[in-house]
Each structure stands twice: as structure tokens, then as C-alpha cells.
């Protein structure tokens, strides 16, 4: 059975004040808050990132992000609407559950493979 979480952490293009957003945003709760998770951030060099967690990636790097509690009447219409759109972009991104910085099981959305990506130091996809 797939592990199953309330939350989703968000870093790149579904972070609010970016193009996705809006995708997400009608699923949410409340504001959410700051989190992090370990792993590495990279620049597709198309307009959004790409997260690679730390049994894939160099241990040591953190992900600076969101987490959000999902709405529970439509979190599986949620996971649809966000699977669909994150596979509309090239990466091969695939959703997975880990566990944020401040100890929340969620969600996160990381790369598969198959982009040219650019390691983005500051592990912020805003302050790139």
C-alpha cells in the first residue's frame, strides 16, 4: 500500500505568487506555513524547478518551501489535479511522501529524470 499524507510541501511553481498556484490553491486550508525538506534544488532552465531528496541527491542540502494541510472532502481531487499538471511538464516528476523540517508528513512532488538542471545554491527556487 502507497504511504498516504494530509499535506503537501510545496517549492517551486505551486508556491503562492507563483504560475501554478492556482492550481493549488482552492485545495488548501489555511496559509500554510515555512518548512523545509532535505534534498537538492536544480533549475530546469524551463521556468521551474526541480527537487532530487536526499537518498537520491548529496546529503546535506535543504529545500526551502511551504506545507500546506489539504482540504480532507477533496484531497483526492486535489492529488488528481496536481498529478496532471505536474506531469504536463518535462522531468518525469512523480509524488512522494517525505517528512518536512518541522516533522509534518507530506506530499512533495520530485523530479524523475531526463532535464539538463543547474543546482540552485540557496536550495529557494524565489531567491535564486
Known amino acids: 500500500m502507497t504511504?498516504?499524507?494530509t499535506h503537501l510541501f510545496v517549492y517551486g511553481t505551486l508556491r503562492?505568487?507563483?504560475?501554478r498556484w492556482r492550481f493549488l490553491e482552492p485545495f488548501v486550508v489555511d496559509e500554510g506555513w515555512d518548512d523545509s525538506i532535505a534534498g537538492r534544488l536544480f533549475d530546469t532552465g524551463l521556468g521551474y524547478p526541480a527537487a532530487v531528496l536526499?537518498?537520491?541527491?548529496?546529503?546535506?542540502?535543504?529545500?526551502?518551501?511551504?506545507?500546506?494541510a489539504l482540504l480532507s472532502e477533496s484531497l483526492d481531487r486535489c492529488l488528481v489535479v496536481l498529478d496532471a499538471?505536474?506531469?504536463?511538464?518535462?522531468?518525469r516528476y512523480r509524488r512522494i511522501v517525505?517528512?518536512?523540517?518541522?516533522?509534518?508528513?507530506?506530499?512533495?512532488y520530485e523530479y524523475g529524470?531526463?532535464?539538463?538542471?543547474?543546482?540552485i545554491e540557496t536550495g529557494d527556487w524565489f531567491t535564486r
Open 16 to 19: 503562492p505568487g507563483d504560475v
Open 85 to 91: 499538471e505536474e506531469d504536463s511538464v518535462g522531468g
Open 98 to 108: 517525505t517528512t518536512t523540517g518541522r516533522g509534518t508528513s507530506a506530499y512533495v
Open 54 to 68: 536526499d537518498d537520491r541527491a548529496e546529503p546535506g542540502g535543504t529545500i526551502v518551501g511551504r506545507t500546506y
Open 113 to 119: 529524470s531526463g532535464l539538463g538542471l543547474v543546482a
Open 3 to 5: 504511504a498516504r499524507a
